[in-house]
């Protein structure tokens, strides 16, 4: 099944390399189509309570390298989101003149290795699907990006690129140590405290430039505005969720006295992360840079939510991540559209949008108001979620972290007072048409799918319950003291005691 | 299936049928769905208000749908009726039902009428969702979302560069509540390991005392933290002290907003917060202390810029500000009947005297610097004599023991329970919320006296400039701002000819006016002395109840002769000799120019918060990312590999990402070929 998942695209990508423009676009459409078709029976089929790892398959190749394959809820979440996000990619990718074959062939061959990285049971596999992931998108920001393009994607490539040689160097050990490279065997293992140590720094500069996490965030910015729309809106969709992903999978569940031992270097990157990239996206006046830097914060809640070791802060985190991969990604659309019109991204040279684009105005608002985290949208429950798990860890992390519910409403409607609402003050501006079909079929689906997580996140909580579960038991031993426990004066029953027990 | 859900949902299906069908629906259909509903709303809710007259009558609790659940945490929405919520239930209905059809009227020119009626339901579902929550993340889904339908309909007219700050003004500062209120949350969570608010209110008293917990720096008694924390965000919502700037300048959106949202309902959150969780207040005396602080320091500030104000929205908007300082005194000082009782004529007299404000509004052709107002009485009676009921009501004209107007009651009990309380907080309270009351009596009488009384000064009016000479308006037009402290207007007419409202708008003020005239007298005996109305929908406290009836004489009257007093001196000052605020504001000066720019709190704010935030963004910015980071990682990268070698030239800038590639694909053979050995 997993594998089918990806043939489909690579199938495609395939015989999109040998037709005109216009096949390939069908091409494109129909392979990421047949994936979501896919994806969705996957998710019917997945048995919530079964087994930990499902729809495995394992056919070793040569040597010790196996072409392992299989998911847990966790897993199944991160698919579904590509899956999902992909077809809407294609379609907003209708403004591509040139090469469009290749085009469409990079994007196909993005998804194999996309699935390929969450569906990996195998070490090596994994790195591989995880490194080769850069290549399209070094591709799809060189080729086919803006007029910087150049400078973005070799800066994308050399951060991502250097943070990954560790990793690979940390994997060799690995291997070499526990003489498997078995993933779910892995997660289980016992490494010794003091190798722990380094081996979390080494996964740590890989899934840290990938998250991205303060100060290695810079190369986010260049990339997003350079990148076409649908380039970004995978970018921020799914591959910024490699990086939580790579914690989840390996940093918490393979090195947790580690993961304690460097709690407060998490908690204070995101710390800062928060509050200065917040501060950042205010002045920003390029949309997709604002758009971008305010992933960096809202990543930065992902990983103290990872960090607050406990199952609401991981619950919580994987659902800020599913969020944030829909709710940027529409706001990246949403950018898409305007663009596709204007052809620039200075936000002074829109305003009054609502006037002669009320429905894209209203889309626009919805993913606005997601973005700031309102209840009722996907943004409050990850949120809300992971601000729980670490207010039982730590007050000061989560105070300054909470901030951004404040600085996130601030330069979000800032955005979108000087986008959609104001005087009409350009003539081309004011004359541009309203969503056309096509970005209904784009916009729509997210937008359901946003309120969806928002009204009854359990559809997406319950696939992951189990896994996060074991995770917590996992790391529950090296979980740091919690500075916020209660201190009963006198003992009297209370139903404070189990607080405590907490 | 319990009326409770289609109150609650009847809204929410109107918005969203409006909001989506907008233009294509058109203005017609989009009121006709949105009033429809409620009303429909209106008349479900009053019999459930009727029926927990009667006493006695406990909660019931209708499940919707699971939320969210999460280790030990799980809560779902739920819609949950008690006392409280029915309370609640027709003051938001009633008054949005009657709002929703003065708006026929008053925005019958405006071009987009589906979007501003959807706005209006889509804030009475969320209005509703929080005073109808079970668990206190139900309850921030209606603070949060009251908050956006607030946002929107502020900056409805949205081309306006001033509706869209203050709206964003709204929204943030909300937010900086939300804060506090988010974290208070998270702690009651911690501490009592639910988010139920019935399991929480259950456990409180328990814990009065008993604990202490740390947060930040600090370790301090569990509940006091929880409820400081937790009225940090009513102190938002309601506009108290600290948190109030965004109530004035949310002025800017339409007159029937601001009656709705912004004076009867939404603003009043933070007292149903508080009286909500009134047990939890009960276990954490000191902020008890805090809350009575807060509320008195507002009551007597936000009156004393009212007094000198000359935008009629504006200085109900600090009225309002006003007397939610006496509610928020009122739980303080454990009176939450009381509370609640002047929430609940307070908002009818509230949105009488906004609505009767966008009808003189409306009559002068969107003007509304008070200055140019003047002998309106005999053009629009009807205005005029809605107007002064709700003035008698606010100001809490009444004789004890025959009858008074609903300010009578409900103020008079907030008073007289502050005084009774004993505590020397509850007792500046008492006399700031005295002399408070001599200043909603001076400042309401001058609204009244400087609109309708006197000789018409229309004639400079700007906007009746406009009315005259055939130009065509919409309120959302830029116009200059004439409004600073020395405009003296000429007396005239300038021949205009000010018409009174139509049915649709006058209806609806006749309507609250009743309100504002009975709702004390009628409402007084179970609201303030009736235990089982309340059935443990709020704190009772009977002790407190007693020592009412038994405060001096001098005690009970003083609201009366400060009301009294106010008015004289109105009328001294604006009918009698109209010279004299003048000379007053000349001879008060500096204090006077202080007062007169609202205690220079936007000043302040903007130096302190607004300015740096954008200085510290530029600096983060260029200075961090561009300066250290991109100058010392990437860029420094490449320019040792440009300067460092020759060889390496021929892979600069594009190329160098081509040897990386070249790097990577060998690493992964070199490790295949590892493998394979």
């Known amino acids: ?502 | 299936m319990p009326s409770i859900l289609f109150i609650v949902f009847l809204p929410l299906l109107a918005a969203i049928v409006t909001g989506l069908g907008n233009r294509a629906l058109g203005s017609f259909a989009a009121k006709l769905i949105t009033t429809g509903a409620l009303f429909a709303a209106m008349f479900l809710s009053w019999p459930i208000f009727l029926h927990y007259l009667g006493g006695n009558v406990g909660a019931t609790v209708t499940p919707v749908l699971h939320w969210v659940s999460s280790g030990t945490l799980s809560f779902d929405w739920a819609l949950r009726v008690d006392t409280l919520t029915a309370v609640m239930l027709v003051v938001v209905t009633t008054v949005s039902a009657l709002v929703h059809l003065y708006s026929w009227g008053y925005m019958d020119e405006d071009p987009d009428q589906p979007r501003f009626f959807a706005y209006l339901s889509l804030f009475t579902f969320a209005m509703l969702m929080l005073v109808t929550a079970d668990n206190l993340v139900q309850m921030f889904f209606g603070w949060e979302g009251v908050g956006l339908a607030s946002y929107l309909l502020i900056g409805f007219w949205f081309r306006k560069p001033s509706a869209n700050a203050a709206a964003i003004k709204a929204f943030v500062v909300n937010r900086v509540g939300d804060l506090g209120f988010m974290l208070g949350i998270l702690g009651t969570f911690l501490v009592f390991q639910t988010v139920s608010i019935p399991e929480i209110l259950a456990a409180a008293p328990a814990m009065k005392g008993a604990s202490t917990i740390h947060f930040l720096w600090l370790r301090a008694d569990t509940m006091t933290v929880l409820c400081l924390l937790l009225f940090i965000g009513a102190m938002g919502k309601s506009a108290q002290l600290g948190l109030h700037t965004w109530l004035p300048d949310a002025m800017e959106g339409p007159t029937p907003v601001s009656a709705l949202i912004h004076a009867a309902t939404m603003v009043t959150a933070g007292v149903f917060m508080v009286c909500r969780l009134s047990p939890m207040f009960e276990a954490a005396p000191a902020a008890k202390t805090f809350v009575t602080f807060i509320g008195a320091a507002t009551c007597f500030f936000a009156a004393t810029i009212g007094t000198t104000q000359w935008d009629i929205k504006r200085v109900i908007a600090y009225s309002t500000c006003s007397q939610l300082g006496y509610m928020f005194f009122a739980a303080g000082v454990g009176a939450y009947g009381a509370a609640m009782f002047h929430l609940f004529t307070h908002a009818f007299f509230k949105a009488l005297l906004f609505l009767g404000a966008g009808s003189v509004i409306h009559a002068m052709h969107h003007e509304q610097d008070m200055r140019y107002y003047g002998g309106l009485r005999k053009q629009i009676p009807i205005t005029f004599y809605v107007m002064l009921a709700g003035t008698l009501a606010i100001t809490g004209v009444g004789i004890a023991g025959v009858f008074g107007f609903a300010g009578f009651y409900s103020k008079d009990a907030i008073l007289e329970a502050a005084f009774a309380s004993g505590t020397a907080m509850g007792t500046a309270a008492f006399w700031l919320g005295s002399f408070a009351a001599l200043l909603t009596s001076f400042y309401s009488w001058r609204l009244v006296f400087l609109t309708f009384w006197g000789k018409p000064r229309w004639a400079e009016s700007e906007h009746i400039q406009h009315a005259l000479h055939g130009e065509h308006e919409s309120p959302d037009e830029e116009h200059g701002d004439a409004h600073h402290a020395e405009v003296h207007p000429h007396e005239g007419t300038g021949g205009y000819h000010p018409h009174e409202s139509p049915w649709t708008m006058l209806v609806p003020i006749c309507l609250l006016a009743v309100g504002a005239v009975l709702a004390g007298w009628a409402f007084y005996t179970p609201f303030i002395h009736t235990e089982a109305f309340w059935n443990g929908a709020v704190a009772y406290n009977e002790h407190l109840i007693d020592a009412m009836e038994e405060i001096p004489e001098w005690a009970k009257l003083s609201a009366t002769a400060a009301m009294l007093l106010g008015f004289v001196t109105a009328w001294y000052a604006y009918i009698k000799d109209t010279s004299i605020p003048g000379k007053v504001a000349e001879q008060l000066g500096p204090i006077y120019t202080f007062v007169y720019n609202k205690w220079y709190f936007d000043e302040l704010y903007n130096v302190v918060f607004v300015k740096p935030a954008f200085w510290f963004g530029r600096l983060f910015w260029q200075q961090g990312d561009v300066g250290i980071i991109d100058r010392f990682g990437p860029n420094g990268a490449a320019w040792v590999v440009e300067k460092g070698s020759v060889a390496a030239k021929r892979f600069q800038s594009g190329y160098l990402t081509n040897y990386a590639l070249i790097m990577l694909v060998g690493l992964v053979a070199a490790v295949t070929w590892v493998m394979a050995q």
């Open chain 1, 1 to 502: 099944m997993l594998s089918l998942m990806l043939l489909v695209p690579a199938i495609g990508a395939l015989a999109c390399l040998f037709v005109e423009a216009k096949a390939a676009r069908t091409i494109a459409l129909v392979a990421t189509v047949i994936d979501l078709a896919l994806g969705i029976v996957l998710w019917a089929n997945y048995d919530i309570g079964g087994a930990q790892w499902q729809f495995t398959e394992r056919v070793p190749l040569f040597a010790g390298f196996q072409w392992a394959m299989g998911i847990d809820g966790i897993a199944l979440m991160l698919i579904v989101l590509t899956v999902f996000l992909m077809p809407i990619c294609i379609l907003a990718s209708q403004s591509i003149a040139k090469r469009v074959p290749e085009y469409m062939a990079t994007f196909l061959f993005m998804e194999v290795l996309m699935i390929g990285v969450f569906a990996a049971q195998d070490l090596y596999l994994f790195y591989i699907f995880f490194e080769a992931g850069l290549i399209p998108m070094y591709l799809i920001i060189g080729v086919w990006g803006g007029d910087n393009r150049i400078y973005a994607a070799y800066k994308f490539f050399l951060y991502t690129l250097l943070g990954s040689v560790l990793m690979l160097i940390a994997m060799l050990w690995m291997a070499n140590e526990a003489g498997t490279t078995d993933i779910p065997t892995l997660m289980a293992y016992d490494f010794p405290p003091h190798a722990q140590t380094w081996l979390f720094l080494a996964f740590f500069a890989s899934f840290a430039v990938k998250m991205p996490m303060y100060p290695l965030h810079t190369w986010l910015p260049d990339a997003h505005v350079q990148a076409p729309t649908a380039g970004s809106v995978i970018l921020a969709g799914v591959l910024l969720k490699m990086g939580g992903y790579g914690f989840i999978r390996f940093s918490l569940p393979m090195f947790p006295e580690a993961s304690a031992q460097f709690v407060w270097l998490i908690w204070g990157l995101s710390m800062a992360a928060v509050v200065l990239t917040s501060l950042i996206a205010l002045v920003q006046t390029d949309m997709k840079k604002l758009i971008a830097y305010s992933s960096v914060a809202h990543m930065a809640i992902v990983t103290v939510g990872l960090f607050a070791f406990n199952t609401q802060g991981l619950e919580g985190s994987m659902i800020v991540m599913l969020s944030h991969g829909l709710v940027s990604g529409a706001l990246f659309l949403c950018v898409g559209v305007i663009y596709d019109r204007l052809h620039t991204r200075e936000i002074a040279r829109y305003g009054g949008l609502s006037i002669n684009m009320p429905k894209y105005a209203l889309f626009f608002m919805l993913f606005t108001m997601a973005s700031v985290g309102l209840p009722g949208t996907s943004g409050f429950v990850g949120e809300f979620l992971s601000l729980v798990g670490i207010y039982q860890a730590n007050t000061w992390v989560t105070a300054i972290c909470a901030t951004g519910i404040i600085l996130g409403a601030a330069y979000m409607l800032y955005l979108y007072w000087r986008v959609a609402f104001g005087v009409q003050r350009n003539a081309d501006a004011a004359a541009m048409p309203d969503l056309s079909v096509r970005e209904w079929l784009m916009l729509g689906p997210i937008a359901l799918a946003v309120l969806w997580m928002g009204v009854y996140p359990e559809s997406f909580l319950a696939p992951m319950r189990a896994d996060i579960a074991a995770l917590d038991a996992r790391v529950a031993r090296a979980a740091p003291a919690g500075d916020s426990k209660l201190k009963m004066k006198a003992p009297k029953a209370a139903p404070a005691a189990s607080a405590e027990a907490h």
